[in-house]
Structure formats: structure tokens, C-alpha cells
């Protein structure tokens, strides 16, 4: 209960403010206890904001990771199918694809090991639009030629 209340006196009735006694407590807020209650309202919107804001950035790297993955796999895929008709060349080999709404570039190096016929493959996948350049995704795999 708050301690504010007026009194009726003889001297400083206005006729626009009703009368309050002791027997009547007052009903209702004050307008600094409302004001208190806004500003928790109003934290509460905005930290709900900024988590939903960076729940969404997440699931968009999320996406991108995911889909730079899938043109990795298919790369790797290429690669290795004509590995198994042709013979694989050493260096490096270039794609750009777009998948998902992106455009993706793809790096493939294709190195010699130490075992005949078995080639060390890396692909880096990277964001052709981003001006950072470092890979969403990459793999390293062993590729072989074909044993006929």
C-alpha cells in the first residue's frame, strides 16, 4: 500500500480531486510503480529480441555450413568418378556452383602420396560472395585411380 493519501480539508478542496479517509485504502497503481513495471517489460522485449536475432544468424551459418557441405561431397564425388575412367592429374581444380541461393567456389588439390595409385585429395569450399575468404567446409580424402 502506498502512503499517499488525501484528506479532505476545508482549505484545500479544489472540487476536481475526490476525497480519500483512512477507511478507504487506495485501489490501483502509482504511476512510478507502472513506470517500474514498463521498464521491466520493456528489457524483457528487447533481450527476447536480441536472442531471437542471434538464433536466426546461427541457423543461417548453420544453413551455409551445411550447404557448403553438400558441394564438397559433390566434388568429391566428381573427382572420384573420373578417377575410376581416367587418370587423376595432380593440382589443383576449380568449380563454381550454386546451390541453395548461394555461389559457392570449390577448390579441389589433388596430391601424389607415397603409395602408387592412391592420391591425397583437399577441397576447400569457400562463399563467392563473402569478403572473408576463409573455407566453410574442408575435407581431406585418399582417391584412387582405376586398377585395371
Not at 490501483?28 to 517500474?36: D, H, P, R, S
Not at 587423376?88 to 602408387?116: F, Q
Amino acid at each position: 500500500m502506498s502512503a499517499f493519501y488525501v484528506k479532505r480539508t476545508a482549505s484545500r478542496h479544489h472540487g476536481f480531486c475526490e476525497s480519500r479517509t483512512d477507511s478507504h485504502p487506495q485501489q490501483g497503481f502509482t504511476l512510478i510503480e507502472v513506470m517500474v513495471a514498463l521498464v521491466f517489460v520493456a528489457l524483457g522485449i528487447v533481450t527476447v529480441i536480441q536472442v531471437t536475432t542471434s538464433y536466426i544468424g546461427n541457423i543461417t551459418e548453420i544453413e551455409k555450413r551445411v550447404l557448403a557441405s553438400w558441394v564438397a561431397s559433390n566434388h568429391i564425388a566428381e573427382i572420384r568418378f573420373a578417377s575410376e575412367t581416367d587418370k587423376v592429374k595432380t593440382g589443383n581444380k576449380t568449380e563454381r556452383v550454386k546451390m541453395g541461393g548461394y555461389r559457392w567456389r570449390s577448390r579441389a588439390k589433388i596430391t601424389k602420396t607415397d603409395v602408387e595409385r592412391v592420391f591425397l585429395l583437399d577441397v576447400d569450399v569457400f562463399d563467392d560472395n563473402a569478403s572473408n575468404k576463409s573455407p566453410y567446409v574442408s575435407y581431406t580424402t585418399a582417391i584412387t585411380e582405376n586398377f585395371q
